[in-house]
């Protein structure tokens, strides 16, 4: 059901570019033919994926834990909030790309860079969803804790914790999509870096070879749904399946 | 209450002056580089002497966000609502959508250089691109959300097309509507900026970054940041904050929308 669209849409998109009804338009067969041969007889496609995939999971891994850890902190004192949130809302007004310029300054044109743009990208949605999270815990159950005597550390893991997913893990589906945005930018923009789809694009821009274009931002954009795919499955199989938010 | 919500607020603005004042007393001591953090004096004189200059940079982006967001916005919600209107539309479009959807618009730059050159051309096209996937995809859900009796009753009671899209449709999706347009205001603000980058030639706050980035004119690069934060958390609180209370609150939904 996915892939009919799909079916439709290639063969018109063939004859358009066979045709040449419009200038510099590679048509499908072309992109396919320049996927097996980056893929399988230069072998360098697996290279940038490589390259890319590694980025990600760092800048996001470590995203992740600092988000977690200062949305905790925020979420739980209300004063820290009131003095936080404003600088929060001021920072996140910044587009991630607008950092890499400062990036590029500070810590050179490397994989450092690009990890810190995946960082800074993921970053802040995951702390505004532990922060919102930790907030909408229902007030009755908090209660509900204290009465039976639950201490400060078991309060948080055992109530806080565990309620603030609801708005954590949608919140990780979010910030993904932010990283993943991020990488590619940042990889096109960081000199240094050889590897990478973005470095892809980007190198293929110098020579105009406008296959190598499109197949990057197909990948691009299948690695980058492929990438909700998964946090969406995870979604599935924890708050939606426990009953905690409604499927959307 | 009110008194709590200001009491933060001072302190938030007193942390960000003593993050400054620290920021430009490292530098005067040298125990940061000069030449890698730049210090806010220098900021403020560069904005000061180069204000013309600056607002200028600034019109144009603003001018390529305003225009493209706009056209992304009209062709969304149309195309948002019919294709949540019709089960068919929504099944061949909604795979297609959610595939670009994922693509970041600077990727596209490179192609749409060599079609449309540098320059507005380019960075507007990839604007409307990418405002128009949050828009059109919410504007679809919201219409898909409505209950169908509502629908069925208007139906039975003899509205008519228009009626129904005006009193059912319309405003029962509104919701939707504006997260996907806060969404789309959102990205299309990062992707011009980012687009400026490689695409822009003379004007625009991404290119004046870029360009002080290439001459390792950090002052530039970080009174453009500044700029940056400070426009879009404007644009955010005044405009859209209002357009939520005017519209989303009042009508009794309350999001407290991340983005």
């Known amino acids: ?248 | 209450m009110e008194f709590k919500i200001k009491l933060g607020n001072i302190l938030a603005i007193i942390i960000i002056f003593i993050f400054f004042l620290f920021w430009e007393i490292f530098a005067n001591y040298e125990i940061i580089q000069i030449a890698l953090f730049s210090k806010p004096s220098l900021i403020f004189l560069k904005i000061y002497d180069n204000g013309f200059e600056i607002i200028g940079h600034l019109l144009t982006t603003l001018y390529r966000l305003v225009l493209s967001f706009f056209i992304a916005m009209i062709i969304g919600i149309f195309f948002g609502m019919l294709m949540g209107y019709d089960q068919h539309i929504y099944r061949f479009f909604n795979p297609l959508i959610t595939t670009l959807m994922a693509i970041p618009g600077i990727a596209m730059a490179p192609i749409f250089i060599i079609w449309l050159g540098f320059g507005d051309p380019t960075i507007i096209t990839i604007g409307i691109i990418v405002a128009f996937f949050p828009i059109v995809y919410n504007a679809a859900i919201g219409v898909r959300s409505i209950d169908k009796n509502h629908v069925n009753a208007a139906k039975i009671m003899g509205a008519k097309k228009k009626h129904l899209f005006l009193k059912i449709y319309l405003p029962h999706s509104f919701t939707y509507i504006i997260i996907g347009v806060k969404l789309g205001l959102a990205r299309c603000w990062r992707t011009i900026i980012a687009v400026e980058f490689i695409a822009a030639t003379g004007y625009g706050l991404g290119y004046m970054i870029w360009d002080a980035y290439e001459y390792l004119n950090v002052t530039i690069v970080y009174t453009g940041i500044l700029i940056l934060a400070i426009v879009f958390f404007t644009i955010e609180k005044t405009i859209i904050r209002e357009v939520e209370k005017k519209t989303i609150d009042k009508w009794g939904v309350l999001h407290e929308q991340v983005s």
């Open chain 1, 1 to 248: 059901m996915f892939i009919l669209p799909f079916i439709v849409v290639i063969p018109i998109w063939e004859i358009i570019s066979q045709l040449e009804l419009i200038a510099h338009l590679p048509p499908p067969s072309l992109i396919f033919s320049k996927f097996i041969f980056l893929a399988f007889e230069e072998g360098v496609l697996a290279q940038h994926l490589i390259g890319s995939v590694y980025r990600l999971l760092i800048g996001y891994i470590l995203a992740v834990s600092f988000g977690i850890f200062l949305g905790t902190i925020v979420g739980l004192n209300k004063l820290i909030s009131d003095t936080i949130t404003p600088l929060l809302s001021l920072l996140i007004s910044i587009p991630t790309i607008a950092w890499v310029p400062v990036l590029l300054i500070t810590l050179g044109l490397g994989d450092e860079t690009v990890i810190a743009a995946v960082f800074l990208g993921g970053f802040f949605a995951i702390t505004y969803s532990v922060i919102h999270g930790i907030r909408t815990v229902n007030k009755n159950l908090i209660n509900a804790g204290k009465i039976v005597g639950a201490g400060k550390y078991k309060l948080f893991e055992s109530v806080l914790l565990p309620g603030s997913l609801v708005s954590l893990i949608p919140g990780l589906r979010l910030a993904i999509g932010y990283s993943w945005r991020a990488l590619v930018g940042a990889e096109m923009l960081a000199a240094m870096v050889r590897w990478g789809v973005g470095k892809m694009i980007f190198t293929s821009r110098m020579s105009n070879v406008i296959e190598t274009m499109f197949l990057g931002l197909l990948i691009i954009g299948i690695a980058g749904l492929l990438l909700d795919r998964l946090l969406l499955f995870i979604e599935n199989k924890t708050v939606v399946k426990w009953g905690m938010v409604t499927e959307g």
